[in-house]
């Protein structure tokens, strides 16, 4: 049936969702009332057709700016650089950050390094160069794998001298590990980023 295995295929090319999943994800909506199905339809409508990304940090949101840029009580001299919108609601849970974000919407693989507009650098580099009151910090959040760790030395140069403290977040031992379990490398991030007490 072409319906059946061109919504099979939809369903597949979604993150994380195999052959299998998929199948279920397909019967439990030809099974569904009308309604339901269409339910889906018109949220997913709805969601193109509202969501954008936000002028100010590139986060989705349903206006211009999203609710963190428009907040005047935030700290308008710090922002923090993630790869993904979902680690801005990660770290807003911690409630200890109160400055502002910018989302890159990617990471640079170190074989297309020069690729640079698809991960909204450019954005950020003129954003610090316009910004009043001045950004006197940036928190380099991403990942600490290859593509996080080479985006977040890029960014660190192309920023040199425009921005006085430019941080990344600490990793190393998570909180409850035992150092018997822990791997060399990431043992050898915990020294090297050891706190004083």
Same mark, same amino acid.
């Given at each position: 049936?072409?319906?059946?295995?061109?919504?099979?295929?939809?369903?597949?090319?979604?993150?994380?969702?195999?052959?299998?999943?998929?199948?279920?994800?397909?019967?439990?909506?030809?099974?569904?009332?009308?309604?339901?199905?269409?339910?889906?339809?018109? /949220?997913?409508?709805?969601?193109?057709?509202?969501?954008? @990304?936000?002028? &100010?940090?590139?986060?989705?949101? =349903? $206006?211009?700016?999203?609710?963190?840029?428009?907040?005047?009580?935030?700290?308008?001299?710090?922002?923090?650089?993630?790869?993904?919108?979902?680690?801005?609601?990660?770290?807003?849970?911690?409630?200890?950050?109160?400055?502002?974000?910018?989302?890159?919407?990617?990471?640079?693989?170190?074989?297309?390094?020069?690729?640079?507009?698809?991960?909204?650098?450019?954005?950020?580099?003129?954003?610090?160069? /316009?910004?009043?009151?001045?950004?006197?910090?940036?928190? @380099?959040?991403? &990942?600490?794998?290859?593509?996080? =760790? $080479?985006?977040?030395?890029?960014?660190?140069?192309?920023?040199?001298?425009?921005?006085?403290?430019?941080?990344?977040?600490?990793?190393?031992?998570?909180?409850?590990?035992?150092?018997?379990?822990?791997?060399?490398?990431?043992?050898?991030?915990?020294?090297?980023?050891?706190?004083?007490?």
């Amino acid at each position: 049936m072409k319906s059946l295995n061109r919504l099979i295929s939809a369903f597949r090319r979604l993150p994380g969702v195999g052959p299998k999943q998929a199948e279920r994800f397909s019967s439990y909506f030809l099974k569904a009332s009308e309604a339901e199905a269409n339910e889906l339809c018109t /949220a997913l409508q709805n969601l193109k057709k509202s969501v954008k @990304l936000c002028s &100010n940090c590139l986060n989705y949101c =349903e $206006n211009d700016l999203c609710h963190i840029c428009k907040d005047e009580a935030r700290d308008r001299t710090s922002i923090c650089i993630v790869e993904k919108p979902k680690d801005i609601e990660l770290i807003e849970r911690t409630k200890i950050y109160n400055g502002l974000y910018h989302v890159l919407h990617g990471t640079i693989s170190p074989v297309s390094a020069k690729e640079i507009g698809h991960h909204k650098i450019k954005q950020l580099a003129g954003r610090v160069d /316009a910004s009043d009151p001045k950004i006197l910090e940036i928190i @380099l959040a991403t &990942n600490p794998d290859t593509e996080g =760790e $080479n985006t977040a030395l890029y960014i660190a140069d192309v920023l040199k001298g425009s921005v006085e403290n430019i941080s990344r977040l600490g990793y190393g031992m998570p909180l409850g590990a035992d150092i018997e379990y822990t791997d060399e490398l990431t043992l050898s991030y915990a020294l090297k980023g050891r706190t004083k007490v």
